[in-house]
T-cell receptor, first 113, second 111 residues
Framework: NAGVTQTPKFQVLKTGQSMTLQCAQD?????MYWYRQDPGMGLRLIYY???????DKGEVPNGYNVSRLNKREFSLRLESAAPSQTSVYFC????????????FGAGSRLTVL | RKEVEQDPGPFNVPEGATVAFNCTYS??????FFWYRQDCRKEPKLLMS???SGNEDGRFTAQLNRASQYISLLIRDSKLSDSATYLC????????????FGQGTTLQVKP
């Protein structure tokens, strides 16, 4: 049981470069999320997808785009990375928006120079 | 006022101590609440859910005070292995799927 799988685990980018963080879950969950975590800030919601085909902004969506490719996969794209996007990114999923128990991936540590 | 607010700590306690954390929330319509535990450099994992006045699981007790809009987490007989960051989570709205995290409270249990 893989649960929620994120790639890559680590990435270093230069300012202005683009990249995509990949997330896949094998639990047949409907809802998927992207959070970022910074020291002293807790987890902040970037985007989420309540179901396949829908996406919605969270607390800090600026500078990011997402794609809910199918039920399993939810990707996060940085079109032009900035040092302020240096963070640890977590993908998560849950069965349905009424369930409220998140399963997280192991995290992706991104550094933008 | 932040949607979800926690005292970041750190709370430094000796083994065997009882420690309590509070979490305040701003949305009076929130119905369910959660405590997650996060170990250093790991992903958060669900510790407890709170749907009514409270919930107890072994040494851990979560309580809800709707009038004052806060939830608390009480840990009795602290163990070294309880050292972690404890995150309070509150849904924004009902069945929206938007789960908002507090900044976390760090607990360090010392021998």
């Amino acid at each position: 049981n893989a649960g929620v799988t994120q790639t890559p685990k680590f990435q270093v980018l230069k300012t202005g470069q683009s990249m995509t963080l990949q997330c896949a879950q094998d639990m047949n969950h409907n809802s998927m999320y992207w959070y970022r975590q910074d020291p002293g800030m807790g987890l902040r919601l970037i985007y989420y997808s309540a179901s396949e085909g829908t996406t919605d902004k969270g607390e800090v969506p600026n500078g990011y785009n997402v794609s809910r490719l199918n039920k399993r996969e939810f990707s996060l794209r940085l079109e032009s990375a900035a040092p302020s996007q240096t963070s640890v990114y977590f993908c998560a999923s849950l069965i349905t928006s009424g369930a409220n128990v998140l399963t997280f991936g192991a995290g992706s540590r991104l550094t933008v120079l | 006022r932040k949607e979800v607010e926690q005292d970041p700590g750190p709370f430094n306690v000796p083994e065997g101590a009882t420690v309590a954390f509070n979490c305040t929330y701003s949305n009076s319509a929130s119905q369910s609440f959660f405590w997650y535990r996060q170990d250093c450099r790991k992903e958060p994992k669900l510790l407890m859910s709170v749907y009514s006045s409270g919930n107890e699981d072994g040494r851990f007790t979560a309580q809800l005070n709707r009038a004052s809009q806060y939830i608390s987490l009480l840990i009795r007989d602290s163990k070294l292995s309880d050292s972690a960051t404890y995150l309070c989570v509150v849904p924004r709205g009902i069945n929206t799927g938007k789960l908002i995290f507090g900044q976390g409270t760090t607990l360090q249990v010392k021998p």
